[in-house]
Nanobody
């Protein structure tokens, strides 16, 4: 069992930055692909970023991004802290949404089949004003 807790959301202005964190309890954290999703009011939940599983001694992984956030968002993981991060720069009003952390067996699952996600966090609100 893995529990995911997001933090770091808030209200910012367009062009500002925010860093989201997702702390995971339970093991083995490093063997999960981790992802960030977002859901705006009236819209479906969408993939934002994902990072591949790694071996426990290395806090790295291959990252993948939605086209809408490439070049602005950076995802990373720290296996020693059981935490993944989403650094969001140059925020736009269209980035406003509830952001969710997720764990799955692969990044392909994160990107293609939400039904395959093993665990979800409770979400954190990000609001970007113009």
């Amino acid at each position: 069992q893995v529990q995911l807790v997001e933090s770091g959301g808030g209200l910012v202005q367009a062009g500002d930055s925010l860093k989201l964190s997702c702390a995971a309890s339970g093991r083995p954290f490093s063997t999960y692909a981790m992802g960030w999703f977002r859901q705006a009011p009236g819209k479906e939940r969408e993939f934002v970023a994902g990072i591949s599983p790694t071996w426990s001694g290395w806090s790295g992984g291959t990252t993948y991004y939605a086209d809408s956030v490439k070049g602005r968002f950076t995802m990373s993981r720290d296996n020693a802290k059981n935490t993944v991060y989403l650094q969001m720069n140059s925020l736009k009003p269209e980035d406003t949404a509830v952001y969710y952390c997720a764990a799955a067996s692969s990044v392909a699952t994160l990107r293609q089949d939400l039904r395959g996600v093993h665990y979800w966090g409770q979400g954190t609100q990000v609001t970007v004003s113009s």
